[in-house]
Nanobody
Framework: QVQLVESGGGLVQPGGSLRLSCAAS????????MGWYRQAPGKQRELVAA???????VYVDSVKGRFTVSRDNAKRTVYLQMNSLKPEDTAVYYCRARVIGLQIISWGQGTQVTVSS
């Protein structure tokens, strides 16, 4: 089973940028469909951006045009570039790994992103 460690969260002003990283260890990284989720206080965890089994990307409507998910298989890392951040983007961001074709899922511990002036 893969282990995931997120980094890159923090406090940023509205309009600013952050890049989150999720480093994976364990079995073959390329066998996983990677994704980013977030959970704001009092709300359910939601998908932010992810790779599909076929390798394409999907985004929640609220981040389209502002966030970009990418991966570097050689570094076993997935990234979330977040631009034009808004206060409503404030949440704990979680990295998720799902074995392609199966519902075998691993989660990271989460990293806090706070957008505030």
């Amino acid at each position: 089973q893969v282990q995931l460690v997120e980094s890159g969260g923090g406090l940023v002003q509205p309009g600013g940028s952050l890049r989150l990283s999720c480093a994976a260890s364990g079995s073959s990284f390329s066998s996983y469909a990677m994704g980013w989720y977030r959970q704001a206080p009092g709300k359910q965890r939601e998908l932010v951006a992810a790779f599909t089994d076929g390798g394409s990307t999907v985004y929640v409507d609220s981040v389209k045009g502002r966030f970009t998910v990418s991966r570097d298989n050689a570094k076993r890392t997935v990234y979330l570039q977040m631009n034009s951040l808004k206060p409503e983007d404030t949440a704990v961001y979680y990295c998720r790994a799902r074995v392609i074709g199966l519902q075998i899922i691993s989660w990271g511990q989460g990293t806090q992103v706070t957008v505030s002036s």
